[in-house]
Structures are given as structure tokens and as C-alpha cells.
């Protein structure tokens, strides 16, 4: 196996796990989450908005954005294979890795900043309803395009002709 199909093959994997995570959040966290309380809420979002900063998850989220465009070089001059590439990247880094940077983390930081303990209820109201439709909406964006991403990275491994 050439080390370029090496790379498409990790590039793959971390790609499904990022859309896996997403997918997950869309379709039972924010779900669950949504059933809760406003303080319950806000505190469990923060909570796991402190957790996923971890290596594992960098690892698989920075992994992606650097791997898909360093996997279409490797495959410049292989049509389709980097045709799919190109746009396997073009989505992670604006759908994924752009709207993450631009519109969740710096929501993630105001919930951070946020101190429930002292918050009058109203206060409390508010912040979620400022908070839980604009992040859903986003993950939701996340979550298409890195299923779009993930789907042009397999139609890349499918016409690969280096295996």
C-alpha cells in the first residue's frame, strides 16, 4: 500500500469520527440536554464544552483540518481522487472548522465566563435563550458539512487507483 493511500485512509477515519461526534450531538445530546432545566442545562453545557478540550478530541479535529488539505497535495494530479479531496477540505475547513472557530467557541467562552451561582433566574433564562438556539443551529451547520466532508473523502477512497 503507497503512503499516500496511508494518509487517505487516516484522513478518512478522522474525518467520520468528527462527523460522528457532530452527528451525535444533532441527534441525542442537545436533545437530552434540552429536556433539562435552564441552570441544569447551561452548567451540563459547560461542563462538556470544558471536557472535549482534550487531546483526543484536538487530535481528531485539528487532525482533520490539517490531513485533508496535506491529502489532496499528495493526490494533485489524480483525478477524481483529489477533485474529492479538495472539496472534502473546502467543507471541513468553512462548514466545520470555520464555523466552529466563529460562531461556537466564542459562544462556548460566553457560557464559560458565565457564573450561574449568582445569576438571578431571569438572568439565567436569558443566557440559555441566548445561547441554545444560535449553538444548535451551528452544530447543526457542523454537522452537515462534516457529513458532505466525510462523504467526498469515501468518494475519494473509492476512485483512489494507487491502493
Given at each position: 500500500m503507497k503512503m499516500t493511500t496511508v494518509f487517505l485512509l487516516i484522513t478518512a477515519v478522522l474525518t467520520a469520527l468528527i462527523a460522528g461526534l457532530f452527528y451525535a450531538y444533532s441527534c441525542s445530546v442537545v436533545l437530552g440536554l434540552g429536556k433539562l432545566s435552564d441552570t441544569e442545562y447551561l452548567k451540563a453545557m459547560q461542563n462538556i464544552n470544558r471536557e472535549i478540550l482534550n487531546p483526543v478530541f484536538f487530535m481528531s479535529f485539528m487532525g482533520t483540518a490539517v490531513l485533508l488539505p496535506v491529502t489532496a497535495f499528495l493526490f494533485k494530479g489524480q483525478q477524481p481522487a483529489f477533485l474529492f479531496l479538495v472539496l472534502a477540505a473546502a467543507a471541513y475547513l468553512v462548514g466545520v472548522f470555520g464555523v466552529t472557530v466563529a460562531g461556537n467557541v466564542p459562544l462556548n467562552d460566553m457560557l464559560d465566563k458565565f457564573d450561574i451561582s449568582e445569576a438571578a433566574i431571569e438572568v439565567v433564562k436569558q443566557m440559555r435563550a441566548d445561547f441554545e438556539n444560535r449553538w444548535n443551529l451551528l452544530n447543526n451547520i457542523r454537522t452537515v458539512f462534516s457529513v458532505?466532508?466525510?462523504?467526498?473523502?469515501?468518494?475519494?477512497?473509492?476512485?483512489?487507483?494507487?491502493?
Open positions: 458532505i466532508s466525510i462523504v467526498f473523502v469515501i468518494c475519494a477512497c473509492i476512485w483512489n487507483k494507487e491502493v
